[in-house]
């Protein structure tokens, strides 16, 4: 589904790059030799949580993952895809009066009261096929206005696998996003992790009606989870094996994350 969306954006990626004076060969379209969805420095130490059910993310757990924000205040998640493309999703960015010159894209850090590396961005491309009214095709693209460079606390997530696996030994969904639903004000500084399950597309169309086969479904287990935590465009991964390679497999916009009771 993921990547079904991005090669419908390819077309339109390739038109933008030409209009901005870039070639294939150009810098916005040479792929990382980084190595994707691996984490170093989380992956190299033992791990203590420090919140119970580990909803508090490690350090160096979700290198991929950074923080949308306009004139310092965060919107949106998004992940690396590679030193000059981020992806998020489309409806973050339905606001005509959204300039990218307006956009700062931070990496590598969990705690958004630090200082990390914040980058500019030049220029949105959103997914043509958009719906605002059921949330189709909610993906986007952010150009960098110049290129990262990787670290144990900066590294690109890994394109789904195609043919899908059969099933996932983990998934997370995390993000800066609402910590309370009854509280709109709980924004949580510190990025916040929610485990969750992928769940047959059939089985979730009974649920949501609305549903189309760009879509997929998760869910968590625990009840005290709220969909609220999760953020706009952070993404949903998910890996084969203990220590493998992570994936990944979604951006989470609107809620398809019902408790499984």
């Keep these: 589904m993921l990547v079904r969306g991005l090669l419908s954006l390819w077309p339109e990626l390739l038109t933008r790059a030409g209009q ?3 070639l294939l060969s150009s810098p916005p ?3 990382s030799i980084c190595e994707c969805g691996v984490r170093p420095l989380y992956d190299s130490r033992i791990q203590y949580s420090r919140i119970i059910e580990g909803q508090e993310a490690e350090l160096g757990e979700f290198p991929w993952q950074v923080s949308i924000q306009e004139s310092d ?4 998640g998004g992940s690396i895809l590679s ?3 981020i992806l998020t999703v489309a409806h973050c960015f339905y606001s005509q009066e959204l300039s990218p010159t307006d956009l700062q ?6 705690d958004l009261t630090t200082s990390p590396l914040e980058l500019q961005v030049t220029t949105i491309i959103r997914h043509k096929g958009f719906k605002r009214l059921n949330m189709d095709n909610d993906i986007a693209l952010l150009l960098l206005a110049k290129p990262l460079t990787f670290n144990e606390l900066t590294v690109p997530i890994c394109l789904p696998l195609w043919p899908a696996p059969s099933s996932w030994h983990e998934c997370w969904v995390a993000g800066w996003g609402i910590t309370n639903s009854t509280d709109k004000e709980s924004m949580s500084m510190d990025l916040m992790k929610v485990p969750m399950r992928i769940i047959e597309w059939e089985e979730c169309l009974r649920m949501f009606p609305s549903l189309t086969t760009n879509m997929l479904c998760a869910l968590y ?9 999760g953020d706009s465009g ?5 890996t084969t094996d203990p ?19």
């Design 243 to 261: 220590g493998s390679r992570w994936y990944q497999e979604s951006r989470p916009s609107w809620v398809f994350y019902p408790h499984d009771h």
């Design 83 to 85: 030193e000059w493309w």
């Design 73 to 76: 205040h965060h919107f949106c």
């Design 221 to 229: 287990g625990n009840e005290s989870y709220d969909a609220c935590q």
């Design 20 to 22: 901005s004076g870039y």
């Design 105 to 110: 894209v931070r990496v590598g850090t969990n």
């Design 234 to 238: 952070g993404p949903l991964v998910c």
């Design 29 to 31: 379209f040479i792929l």
